[in-house]
Nanobody, 121 residues
């Protein structure tokens, strides 16, 4: 069993910053890709940013230059630093990780329960 737990969401004014964290725990042999998706009201879930085990990163065009994804492999944790937040960043942010739970097993996809981010004046 693998558990992903997000933290760091909240309410902020436009132009403000937040830092999200997501810690993975449980049966973990290897963590490959970790990342963040978000879902705004009435919209589909979308990729925000992802980072591989080799520290390669990808970002949605809408957050490039404002968000930074990073990871601490010793803590099985991924972070999302969000700067210059805009009202359109308002959404529930979900942590996602591709994890091999036991040696010899295939990659499995796990999701956190989400943390809400609200950007409003």
């Amino acid at each position: 069993q693998v558990l992903l737990v997000e933290s760091g969401g909240g309410s902020v004014q436009p132009g403000g910053s937040l830092r999200l964290s997501c810690a993975a725990s449980g049966s973990i042999f290897k963590i490959n890709v970790m990342g963040w998706h978000r879902q705004a009201p009435g919209k589909e879930r979308e990729l925000v940013a992802r980072i591989t085990s080799g520290d390669s990163t990808n970002y949605a065009d809408s957050v490039k230059g404002r968000f930074t994804v990073s990871r601490d492999n010793a803590k099985n944790t991924v972070y999302l630093q969000m700067n210059n937040l805009k009202p359109e960043d308002t959404a529930v942010y979900y942590c996602n990780a591709e994890i091999v739970p036991f040696m010899g097993w295939t990659n499995l996809n796990y999701w956190g329960r989400g943390t809400r981010v609200t950007v409003s004046s």
